[in-house]
């Protein structure tokens, strides 16, 4: 009898099930600067790390949350239990190094001190459509973040993170030998900004946005030595143009948006170009079939959590927006991870 190998099994749904447990244990690794901690000892025992942490639980707790985290991948070990020693990965030493400018555990953060509990109503946000954080207690929610400079700064810090390695590739991928001038709008802490001009000395960029963040880019302009190049603009651009540029970027901005704003900025964006400009979209763009980028899916999802309208998008409905606006052309341009640049030529 021929042995059947589609056998029905439990661990997926449980994978999945459980996956907040992960999920909360890496993200509580950030919030007590483990990682960061590990750069510079280089090596710690549990009991070092609950120490140094002021960890009241019992040891065995220790040794399961970074025994946990090295099974993730996290953390090397060597040695078990209490001559066990612990190190960072490649990963964690280069990217969740609070000291180091690679650090991306800002949108970590954020995470765990805002989505994780603004998440656990999720339900609630499929059944109403409306957003489920902070703008439960108001109708503006970016008014309210803009108008905390601490949740200001960490939001920023949050972008920054999750961003990062796609405005290093984009700068990096994309042909921008026949323009000169470059404005991001939405351009949050100036990165993409300064990742374009580090890597096309030719290229003037703008980084737009709401006033309380300009001093916030120009800080970070100022710590990459790039002032001569990149520079920062203020406004917002629901009540004014966008100012005029070669190549206009929105990164992480259209998805924020219901699909009559999303129109309306691309239509903001094509008045802005010159008849040979190039409008990019950064986001974590859906195959047109739906089936292989679930993170775009969850970070559709994330914006009904965070603005009840918000929505990722695939590539066929950029084109369709982009044909209304009046572009000529759409190119799509892979990017870092499960994020991409869509692209619409104005000629």
Known sequence: MEQQTNQPSPENIMKIGTGFWASKILLTAVSFELFTALAEKKTMKAKDVKDALNLKCTDRNVYDFLDALTVFGFLNREGILDTATYSNTLDTEIFLDKKKPSYIGGILEMMNNRLYTFWGNLGEGLLTGLPQNEAKKSEDFFGLLYQDPEKLKEFTSAMSGIQMGNFIAFAQKFDFTKYKTLIDVGGSAG???????????????????????????????????????????????????????????????????????????????????????????????????RKQNVFGMMMSLNMLIETGTGFDYTFADFNRWANIVGFKSTALLPLAGPSSAAIAYKT
Not at 193 to 218: E, G, W, Y
Not at 235 to 250: L, Q, S
Request: aromatic share 8%; charged share 20%; hydrophobic share 45%.
């Open 191 to 289: 990165l993409l900004s300064l990742m374009v001009a580090k890597h096309n000395p030719h290229l003037r960029c703008t980084s737009f946005d709401l006033p309380p963040v300009q001093p916030i880019a120009n800080a970070t302009i100022q710590q990459y030595g790039l002032s001569e190049r990149v520079t920062t603009a203020s406004g917002d651009f629901f009540t004014m143009p966008v100012p005029n540029a070669d190549i206009v970027v929105m990164g992480n901005i259209l998805h924020d948006w219901d699909e009559e704003n999303k129109i309306s900025l691309m239509r903001k964006a094509y008045d802005a170009l010159p008849a040979n400009g190039a409008f990019v979209a950064i986001e974590g763009i859906i195959d047109d079939e």
